[in-house]
């Protein structure tokens, strides 16, 4: 009798030692930086089109993420030095593709030329405006595509004392990308408009190459979902008019 309670108290045991673990995903650092309306600080928290998509897509896969906001430079540099770490919102551009994993779009964004509303100034394309000084930012990719281009850069350390240039009348040009310039810009009271375009690029959430492969697929399959449902589409239209 002692031998068949054994063996029925192992039978019923069995399963629980058979069934596989469920291995919980890591936790993973998120860097950003300071830029509306993708990133952004409202008290503590961090918001955006980009901070609201990150804070969803890690409710959705049961990541535990920390999002940490530093300097461009050192947000980027994060991302591709940490292990199960991402950068956001960062443009999806041909040198960085092999860079990292792509998890999903943030925005499309249009770079541009653009100037203050009513000036009245029209370029027939982006080579017109040699020998004009353009406004940009250091390590801002669309400011660094026109240098590498050879057109006059005039920088500034952010995107708010180039709309006043603009304002002002100090420049007629500033170089950057829609549609962040067009919300600083109303934000500060001016009305700019884009004259030229000379390039488009999505801005994405990317992950570090090293990180647990579980984990990014959990993070492309909540994007996923969340693209389905429509949830992507309306965190852009809470800030994008």
Known sequence: MPSRRRLLLALAAAPLVARPAIAALPPMTFFTENAEPYNFRDGERIVGIGGDMVHELARRSGIAARIEMLPWARAYQGALDTPNSAVFSTFRTEPREALFHWVGR??????????????????????????????????????????????TIEMAPSHETNVRKLQAGRLELWGTANPAASFIARRLGVEIEPVVVFHRVAMEIAVNLRSDAAAVAALREAYGAMERDGSVAAIRARYIA
Do not use: K
């Not at 940009?136 to 595509?145: L, Q």
């Open 106 to 151: 943030v925005v499309d964004t249009e770079w541009a030329l653009f100037a203050r509303r009513g000036t009245q100034l029209r370029l027939a394309n982006l080579e017109a405006a040699r020998g004009m000084t353009i406004a940009g930012s250091p390590e801002h990719a669309p400011t660094s595509r026109l240098a590498a281009q050879g057109f």
